[in-house]
C-alpha cells in the first residue's frame, strides 16, 4: 500500500499577522515547500486539510497533486479535529501515515524515507532530544486514534488509545522549525539559505487616520463565520477590548456601523457584519490580491533575472 500524508493548514495564522502557508521561502511558498518534501521521499497520497482561507490555499496548489479535506469548523475546533479528517480520508489506502503542520517547511526528505523505514506504531523524529515532525502512524492505529475524544490534541489522543511512541534521533534541525511569528519566519529564511528577493505589502487603510488593515480585515471574516465577537476573538487570540477598539474605530471613521449584535438565543444572541461590513471585507481582499498581483511582476520585472 502506498504511503501517505496529512499537512494541517486549517488554522487562521494570528500570531503571524499574515496567512502562514503562502508566505514565500525560496522558489516557492511555505506549503509548497512542506508539499514537495513529501513528494521528494516518495509519499504518494497527500491531503492537505484547509479552513481559513481555504479555497485560496486550493488554487495555489492545484497544480501540485494534492487532495484537500476542508475543516469547515475550523474557528470552533482545535487541531485534533483537522488530524481526524485528514485521517479519515487516507485510512483506508495507506499503509503509513506522516502527519504535519502546514509551517515545518525545512525537514529533509531523507528524514521522511528514514521513518517510513521504521516499524512501530508512532514514530517521533527528535533532533537532539527535542521531539519533532513529523509525526508516522501505522495504518493499524487509525480506528482506536479515530475514536478518541481529542481534547487534550493529538498527543493527548495517542496516549488515551494507549498507543507506543518510539523517538528516532535525526541530524535535521528542519524536524524541530516552524514559524509561529515574524522572527520564526525570518529565522527560517536565513536556515532555507535560497531567498530571492521579496516584497512585503501591508495594505492599511485610512481617511484623516489609517483604520483598516490586515489584523481588522480577518477580525470582521472572524466574526462572519463564528456569528460572536467573543469567538472571534478566541480564534485570534485577540482581547474582547481590543475588538472592540478596532471596530469602533473603523466605524467611526467610515461613519456607519461595520457589525450589528441581535439579542435572544440560546447562546445569549450574536453578531453579524453589516451590508457595509461585508462590502468593505470584499473591497480590501480584491484590493490585497491584484495588489499582489501587481507586486509580484513588478518583482519578476525588476529583480526575476538579476537577482
Same mark, same amino acid.
Request: aromatic content about 4%.
Given at each position: 500500500m502506498p504511503y501517505g500524508a496529512v499537512i494541517l493548514a486549517a488554522g487562521i495564522s494570528s500570531r503571524m499577522g499574515e496567512f502562514k502557508p503562502m508566505l514565500p521561502m525560496g522558489e516557492e511558498s511555505?506549503?509548497?515547500?512542506?508539499?514537495?518534501?513529501?513528494?521528494?521521499?516518495?509519499?504518494?497520497?497527500i491531503v492537505v486539510v484547509t479552513g481559513y482561507r481555504g479555497e485560496l490555499l486550493q488554487e495555489h496548489l492545484s497544480h501540485m497533486g494534492v487532495m484537500f479535506v476542508r475543516n469547515e469548523r475550523f474557528a470552533q475546533t482545535q487541531m485534533f479535529d483537522s488530524v481526524r479528517l485528514?485521517?479519515?480520508?487516507?485510512?483506508?489506502?495507506?499503509?503509513?501515515?506522516?502527519?504535519?503542520?502546514?509551517?515545518?517547511?525545512?525537514?529533509?526528505?531523507?528524514?521522511?524515507?528514514?521513518?517510513?523505514?521504521?516499524?512501530?506504531?508512532?514514530?517521533?523524529?527528535?533532533?537532539?532530544?527535542?521531539?519533532?515532525?513529523?509525526?508516522l502512524l501505522a495504518r493499524q492505529t487509525m480506528p482506536a486514534l479515530l475514536a478518541c475524544s481529542g481534547e487534550e490534541g493529538l498527543q493527548g489522543a495517542i496516549r488515551e488509545a494507549g498507543l507506543t511512541v518510539r523517538d528516532v534521533e535525526v541530524e535535521d534541525e528542519g524536524t524541530v522549525l516552524d514559524m509561529d511569528t515574524p522572527q520564526d519566519y525570518e529565522t527560517l529564511l536565513q536556515k532555507h539559505g535560497h531567498c530571492r528577493i521579496r516584497a512585503k505589502n501591508q495594505l492599511v487603510l485610512g481617511t484623516d487616520i489609517l483604520f483598516f488593515g490586515p489584523g481588522t480585515a480577518q477580525l470582521l471574516e472572524m466574526i462572519d463565520l463564528t456569528g460572536t465577537i467573543s469567538a472571534a476573538c478566541e480564534?485570534?487570540?485577540?482581547?474582547?477590548?481590543?475588538?472592540?477598539?478596532?471596530?469602533?474605530?473603523?466605524?467611526?471613521?467610515?461613519?456607519?456601523?461595520?457589525?450589528?449584535?441581535?439579542?435572544?438565543?440560546?447562546? =445569549?444572541?450574536?453578531?453579524? +457584519?453589516? %451590508?457595509?461590513?461585508? *462590502? @468593505?471585507?470584499?473591497?480590501?481582499? =480584491?484590493?490585497?490580491?491584484? +495588489?499582489? %498581483?501587481?507586486?509580484? *511582476? @513588478?518583482l519578476e520585472k525588476y529583480f526575476g533575472s538579476q537577482f
Open positions: 511555505v506549503i509548497q515547500n512542506v508539499v514537495r518534501v513529501f513528494q521528494m521521499a516518495d509519499v504518494q497520497k485528514g485521517l479519515s480520508a487516507l485510512k483506508e489506502s495507506c499503509e503509513k501515515i506522516l502527519i504535519t503542520p502546514a509551517d515545518v517547511p525545512l525537514v529533509q526528505p531523507k528524514t521522511i524515507r528514514t521513518l517510513l523505514a521504521q516499524t512501530g506504531e508512532c514514530v517521533r523524529p527528535t533532533y537532539h532530544g527535542r521531539p519533532g515532525h513529523p509525526l480564534a485570534m487570540h485577540m482581547s474582547y477590548t481590543k475588538a472592540w477598539k478596532m471596530l469602533n474605530q473603523a466605524e467611526k471613521q467610515l461613519g456607519e456601523k461595520v457589525v450589528v449584535r441581535m439579542n435572544g438565543g440560546s447562546d =445569549g444572541g450574536y453578531t453579524l +457584519l453589516t %451590508e457595509k461590513g461585508h *462590502r @468593505l471585507l470584499d473591497a480590501y481582499r =480584491g484590493m490585497q490580491r491584484e +495588489l499582489k %498581483e501587481q507586486t509580484d *511582476r @513588478l
